[in-house]
DNA sequence: TTGTATGCGTTATCAT
DNA sequence: ATGATAACGCATACAA
């Protein structure tokens, strides 16, 4: 690992010098040519600047905590199998902006002063909050707000202007995906409801909402729900759907979890996706991906909302808190495959 | 954040004493009254030693890398259902000594070269590899160690004793888990081979080695197959084996992912775990708890293959890499649930 | 037993 | 346009 005091002796220029033009700083301040010279020097001996340094001088951590709820005796299993992703997605974000990160398990089911005193201790530059549902959220972001501390909520969303977030608009996809399905011919839909509990209002709003504007008809009736996440579960729901609208052909799935064993409901049902049947999901691509035809899907866009996420933390970072707040709501995005 | 000189002048000492106290290298170098004071002082004020600090003047970055396997055509998607707990536990550790980390995806499709020096240039102090099945990681370790940067294998195993790795030691959990069925007065047991590919040979091994020795029986064509891990597949594999050993009331389940759709299934031939079924299971116990009846199951007991890992880990890191590398298999555990 | 001094790599403030 | 230099908080060798 190459210094800045190094290059500087290499460069026959001093620190202060290097520093200004490797932090491009040096705006009418170094002459072009002892700057290109320090670029060339550097990018040949692959200088990195010490994060730890820098962070020292600065008075900042260099760390970021990734926050998400759980607690001891609930799992968030259903929301787990993509958490990877997320974490990964962050942590590389993280990474290019010299960050490392800490990955914090908050139990909400504790007192949220406590919580907050923690997550304070914690002595990092920021918090990402990764899919709260949780009202405690709000406390806990009031909390951070008034230390002056960062931080923005991935896939949440809270009323408070003051607060950044990023979601995805979960009736505008609903309503897109229902309008899709009226737009290809299709005269009965099922919405297949297989993660209650999860943006469901927003859900069935779009689903009846469209079908009431476009078709004037009230499709309470056709959507059906499993009221847990097992496979039995799932098939009795799809089972009922049949039961009550025969030649239903076009579905609606509120989690892409569920694909494979819909799928598999339909094929005993004598329905061959997509030849007789078209089904749309929502969620997570590598889930949409896992099943037999290929899930056609409406995209959750984490990459989108990590980069905006993480550019609107880093900012307000870097500014000190007098950054103003930013929220965003992704609209829907259609991913065509197999079904 | 109180400082250590803020905390000395308080003590009416220098910062060194304070530091060594702190550090608890004061080994009859400090008198007793004086370090209980700078004791009592510190917990006081809440102190935690700036880790830039302590990183700058040691040389050390402080932060760690997870290196987790991918490549960009398939996801580990089938291995992801944990990775996060397993992510989670591995920060809380790395917390507790005071790193950050990195997570880092590294695509084993592209060549080791690039990969080692990728590797190399984050700058970490130390890599846990997680997960990995591929041979590259052979590569990757002997890289690390030539530049003498601190690694661990978190389930895994490599051959040479150089490196340090943990994992369970799956032929004698099918062996224990063979022999338990057996123990209960079983005659038939059925392997059901829910994820082909993943420690196969060690599953089969120890399955039909018991059966050889305690029954001399030739348990090979009690060997069923999904070649996937779609619902249909799962399904058929039960309708064989039920087919092919029609009386047969224990199964044995090479991971717990499938349970759910093998329960629904014996469900469907009438048998109704535990009280027509027996059922063991192997994998994360949070996927085991999420059927119904919850799977008895052999855990992979992560939180002690992390504790044994990390530790390890931080040791190499502290003692300048000529501390011996560790290795571990974890035996049988078994947990006792539903099925 | 305790204190002083130095340096880690960087940024930023002043001179020059 | 560039160079000294002082911090930042900590650990430690050395002095007392």
Known sequence: MITIRELSQLAGVSTATVSLVLNGKDEGRVSPATRDAIRELAAKHG????????????GRTYRLAIAVAGNLTQHAILGQFSLY?????ISAAAHAAGYAIEIVQVDIDRPAVELCRELVAMGVDGFVFLEWRDPVINK??????????????LEGIVDDPDYTWSDHDVTAIFRDATQRLIGEGHDKIALLDCMPGVHTPEKREGFTDVLK????????SWIFTATGPSVSEILDMV?????????????LLTDNLAADV??????QHGLEPPR???IIGYGDTVIANRCSPKLSHYALQIDAQVDFAMDALLTQIQQGGDA???????????IEQGT
């Open 324 to 334: 103003s707040p930013r929220q965003h709501r992704f609209g829907p995005h259609y």
């Open 276 to 278: 007789d049947a078209r």
């Open 239 to 251: 089972d009922r759907a049949m039961a009550a609208m025969g030649d239903v052909r076009a579905f």
């Open 262 to 267: 819909v799928i598999h409901a339909l094929k």
């Open 213 to 220: 504007q476009v078709r004037d008809v009230d499709a309470s």
């Open 47 to 58: 200088y990195r600047a010490n994060q730890n340094a820098r962070a020292l001088v600065e």
């Open 140 to 153: 806990l972001l009031l909390s951070l707000h008034t230390h002056r501390i960062p931080a923005v909520l």
């Open 85 to 89: 992703d997320r974490l990964t997605m």
